[in-house]
């Protein structure tokens, strides 16, 4: 579906808050606007997305039709070890969409 951007520092402390920012490629359609013969386009978005950390779920983001196209989301959370961030995320099509990144901790 989309093509997605995570974003994590190179490695981590062991306690400390990272940042974690995802980008997800997304055409957003509202479904207010309406085409070049005045008919409605069909509602498109993200309505979910949810990241886990070692198989925990840690960030869940329920968005609205106001988010832009392309959202990039941002969050922090405490590292502990080294592991797996899955992202995982579905549209308003019922299209799902993952990204997954490293985060490693010294």
């Not at 520092?9 to 070049?36: C, K, L, N, W, Y």
């Not at 070692?54 to 959370?77: D, H, K, Q």
Request: with cysteine.
């Amino acid at each position: 579906m989309s093509l997605a951007r995570i974003q994590l520092p190179d490695q981590a402390a062991r306690g400390e808050a990272v940042e974690v920012r995802i980008s997800i490629r997304h055409p957003m359609e509202t479904g207010f606007r309406r085409d070049e013969g005045g008919v409605r386009q069909r509602r498109n978005a993200i309505v979910a997305l949810v990241c886990r950390y070692r198989g925990t779920e840690v960030f869940r983001a329920i968005t609205s039709p106001g988010i832009a196209a392309n959202p990039t989301l941002r969050f922090y959370l405490r590292a502990d070890r080294t592991g797996d961030l899955d992202f995982w995320w579905i549209d308003d099509d019922n299209i799902e969409g993952t990204a997954s990144a490293k985060l490693v901790v010294v």
